[in-house]
């Protein structure tokens, strides 16, 4: 495979294809209408939820400012959870595609079709599908699931990141303020947990290769280097939707973020799920390479200036 469709379009509302896909969608679950998250205007979680009624700048900025830096954290929230989705169907069809049993096919289209609700229930929240196929992380995803073998890409995808999505997730769901959304990402977290825990069924630590040892330890060194980097996302937004920030208001963001804290957490728990897996010695090698220790605010500010991280 050498695209994962992460910029696969979609078709119009009327097209006669989308109501036989909606259809699907409802045998699995029914959820309540986007309709009801209007009046929101985009504002789907609290300055709270990001930290950043900690931060002066952004206490300091008018109301519409405000509003419309939460409108574009929200985005960034959805709209990387409408590209995980949109890579975990690709994903699904690749790994269904190299399965070894009738079994580990028909899992692989069950939990493709899991996929295909969720995207389905992500979507209408996006203002634009092209941006949320953009950014380091997403990037990185979609490389790893075009390039990937089987064990490489089930240790990746299942064991680390559904892991990791677990707890995302519920952080999502438990702090939206909008109640249409919270109860898709609900649904969505429930699914989740059954993905994940299926990686572990799945994943044959035995048949990692050196070739696939590498190449997960080069995908885990990328992704752990975007978390060790803090609210890059946050900061990013504060700074377009206030118009911009001095050198010291994007340091003193990062420090009010407690971005080291928060980025040293996310690093413990993701050291957690990677290891007692058969690949601690790979894990083990990403430690002493400094691979789970959070950058300092900082470092974090400096990279905000340099660009984005994830190399
Ligand atoms: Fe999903
Ligand atoms: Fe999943």
Redesign the pocket.
Known sequence: MSDAGLRLPHLDAAHRLQPLVGAYARRRATVPDVALDAPLGGVFWPASFFGLDRVAAFAAARPERQAAVLAECAQGLVGEAYAVEKM?LAYCARLGLLARSAEERMYYAH?GA??ATHLGWVTPYLRDPSAAACGPFVALVAGAVEAGERNALVFLMQVVL?GWGLTHFRRLAEGCAAPALAARLRHILR??AA?HGGGKVLFEAGAVGPGEAAFVRDYLRRFLGMVRAGPQAVVGALERGLGGLTRAERARAFVELDAERHAGERLALLRDLMTGHGLDDLVAGLADGGAFAPLSAADCAALAEAGPPGE
């Open positions: 975990g939990v899991d996929e559904e699914d989740e993905h």
